[in-house]
């Protein structure tokens, strides 16, 4: 199994500013020191080098990403997505880009929830303008369809849902009901978050992925604790919203339906998971502040640790694949 | 949970010992119950000596930012002080410290709180 992720930003979709980019360009040629570099190989090698939050960006677009259960060639391929956001769109163009526009794929999504940031990329997803594609979009809410329908059209969006070449169809799954969906064990749970939320726990091949994001630990019920515990029991890999910081979570921020860094690792921790990747970034963060978050999360685990298998820690950026 | 409190001036200092996680932070809120209900304005504050205490988890935490919530309304007054080296590593990387009043020592925390 392997995850990539394709949008990994909270709220609302970002993008690096002409300052922040000549930042970092200025810090890679103080990193430079007069070097010389024969070739753009070469100049990239050693970019590779340098601290992530000055050669790289953690990226801006809202939450998308794809279970690959097996390697897509040029024929046709069923698709699994987790989340619209805004990373949805160069899904699309990844996809187009590999098989062209004739052949037909499969798109499984599994909805966390339908709030703007996780479907605001479907209307700029080009494989739903073409027929012969077939998308599958799987939740738990009521208003799924409608909530879809609602943005694409008149007037937000200039073209009407109704207009898409793709067959779509809407299905809907129930909590802690688990079901078999394209040779994937996929189990959903019910989170806290505004109109709720809902996680999934994915199986396949012995690997176990959990994508839990827009949700909310009240830690005031040991239920509730044991009941995510169990549901993230043994994963290698959990995709945990981690937006805000422990002490906001808790204070100002109470009841805005995210969690923390800290709490991740705690759940992590009491349920044996392998790895952890924070997600739904905050928007105000900046790639250094995002790269510290990651180093404090990975001492806070080793501090914790007692006598745990250690549990890796990282911060998910666009186009990050992590095989499991 | 054991809290041996003392009462220092108009200051009630609480000491919990050994670990504090997600089991038993439960016993930790009902433990400080009897002295939250005294936190008023017109009441001793209260003051946590994290001397003795090895690792707090967010569940613990949470139970000490509910406290204060509950007291601030009255007038009450909560502080901690003393964390060692790994508890101030967690009071820093969650931010506690900077939602909640947080002192290096015990007479910087007792000091802190008769000048309030």
Redesign the interface.
């Known amino acids: 199994m392997r995850i990539r992720f394709w949008g990994t930003r909270g709220s609302l979709p970002i993008a690096l500013t002409a300052p922040e980019v000549e930042a970092k360009v200025a810090a890679a040629l103080l990193a430079a020191d007069g070097r010389r570099f024969a070739d753009l190989a070469a100049a990239r090698a050693f970019a590779a080098t340098l601290p992530f939050h000055v050669a790289r960006t953690f990226g801006g677009h809202s939450s998308c990403v794809e279970i690959e259960l097996h390697a897509p060639d040029t024929g046709s391929h069923d698709y699994i997505l987790c989340d619209l956001g805004s990373g949805v769109r160069p899904f699309g163009g990844a996809v187009l880009a590999r098989h062209g526009a004739t052949t037909p794929n499969t798109f499984h999504v599994f909805m966390s929830h339908v709030h703007w940031d996780h479907i605001m990329g479907f209307p700029l997803f080009t494989p739903a303008y073409i027929p012969g594609n077939l998308i599958r979009i799987y939740g738990c809410h009521g208003e799924l369809e409608a909530a879809f329908r609602a943005q694409h059209g008149a007037p937000s969006f200039p073209v009407d849902f109704s207009q898409l070449g793709a067959r779509i169809e809407f299905v809907s799954l129930s909590p802690d009901v688990p079901v078999t969906i394209a040779g994937l064990e996929v189990l959903p749970k019910l989170q806290i978050h505004a109109g709720d939320s809902y996680g999934y726990r994915f199986a396949h091949g012995g690997k176990v992925f959990v994508y839990s994001t827009d949700s909310e630990h009240k830690?005031?019920d040991?239920e509730l604790?044991d009941g995510f515990i169990d549901f993230f029991r043994d994963a290698d890999l959990v995709v945990f919203d981690a937006m805000y910081?422990?002490?906001?979570a808790?204070?100002?921020k109470e009841d805005w339906g995210h969690s923390?860094?800290?709490?991740g690792v705690?759940l992590c921790q009491?349920a044996n998971a392998k790895r952890l990747a924070l997600f739904h970034h905050e928007p105000i963060h900046d790639d250094r502040r995002l790269a510290d978050i990651e180093a404090?999360?990975r001492?806070?685990e080793e501090?914790?640790r007692v006598d745990a298998a250690p549990l890796e820690v990282f911060a998910a950026y666009d186009g990050l694949e992590v095989t499991l | 949970m054991e809290l041996s409190p003392r009462r220092v001036g108009d200051v009630i200092v609480l000491r919990p010992a050994g670990r504090i996680d997600h089991l038993n932070a439960d016993d930790f809120r009902s433990s400080i119950e009897p002295q939250l209900a005294a936190c008023t304005g017109a009441g001793p504050a209260l003051l946590f000596d994290l001397s003795g205490l090895e690792y707090i988890s967010s569940a613990g935490l949470r139970v000490l930012m509910v406290a204060a919530k509950t007291a601030k309304p009255r007038g009450g007054r909560i502080a901690v002080a003393a964390p060692q080296p790994l508890v101030a590593e967690v009071l820093d990387i969650s931010r506690f410290n900077l939602v909640f009043p947080v002192h290096a020592s015990l007479d910087e925390g007792l000091r802190a709180l008769r000048a309030a």
């Open positions: 830690l005031d040991p604790t910081s422990f002490a906001d808790i204070s100002v923390s860094n800290v709490v705690e009491l404090e999360t001492r806070f501090i914790t």
